[in-house]
């Protein structure tokens, strides 16, 4: 059973681009949740996707956006990157959102 | 908002040890993950719990939601554990916002 997908692994950009992250979930899950890590501020919640619809969202700027398609894949987007965007970028899949989430290995970005 | 606290934040032990990781919640809370995340890797959900104990191998998780505590063991550790542990305990409703993550617990286990 194929595990969540992330897509890239790695990626730098440079302040003031945009850029895009995939995530696949789990066949049949169909909520998908994002986090940013940083050494600073450890995992925080960016927002959560359910049936295409964003369910949640975390403490973000409006710079931090997301969507989902009618497959369940998600799509985080990032806009006027900040040096201090540069982070882990997880998602995480489950079923129906409940707690039984599982995690992607993540995309790391760095800004420069 | 739900305050976690994860102790110790750094530990280091040889191979075989027994090793505890400690977390405490501040609210009440649905259920319980407890994370491993290897240098430059991704994330692992290594256990969900929302009462009682769980074990997985050399892992055992513990929970008493009525003091707000968890606990996470590993029998005979291994240099291969060697990861940054996360507790997230999730308040009621379920949904992705309702996790809080602690900063983690750095483990070196070293032969």
């Known amino acids: 059973k194929a595990g969540v997908t992330q897509t890239p692994r790695y990626l730098i950009k440079t302040r003031g681009q945009q850029v895009t992250l995939s995530c696949s979930p789990i066949?049949?899950?169909?909520?998908v949740s994002w986090y940013q890590q940083t050494p600073g501020q450890g995992l925080q919640f960016l927002f959560e996707?359910?049936?295409?619809?964003?369910?949640n969202k975390g403490n973000f700027p409006g710079r931090f956006s997301g969507r989902q398609f009618s497959n369940s894949r998600s799509e985080m987007n990032v806009s006027t990157l900040e040096l201090g965007d540069s982070a882990l970028y997880l998602c995480?899949?489950?079923?129906?959102?409940?707690?039984?989430?599982?995690f992607g290995s993540g995309t790391r970005l760095t800004v420069v | 908002k739900n305050e976690v606290e994860q102790s110790p934040q750094n530990l280091t032990a040889q191979e075989g040890e027994f090793i505890t990781i400690n977390c405490s919640y501040s609210?009440?809370?649905?259920?319980l993950h407890w994370l491993q995340q290897h240098p430059g890797g991704g994330i692992v959900s290594l256990f969900m719990?929302?009462?009682g104990k769980k074990k997985h191998g050399r892992l055992i998780a513990t929970i008493n939601i009525q003091e707000k505590h968890s606990s996470l063991h590993i029998t005979a550790s291994h240099p291969r554990d060697s990861a940054v542990y996360i507790c997230?305990?999730?308040?009621?409703?379920?949904?992705?916002?309702?996790?809080?993550f602690g900063k983690g617990t750095h483990l070196i286990i070293q032969p």
């Open positions: 995480a899949s489950s079923p129906q959102g409940h707690f039984a989430y599982t």
């Open positions: 066949s049949g899950h169909r909520s």
């Open positions: 996707y359910f049936s295409e619809t964003q369910r």
């Open positions: 609210v009440g809370i649905s259920a």
């Open positions: 719990l929302s009462s």
């Open positions: 997230a305990p999730g308040v009621s409703g379920g949904g992705a916002d309702g996790l809080t």
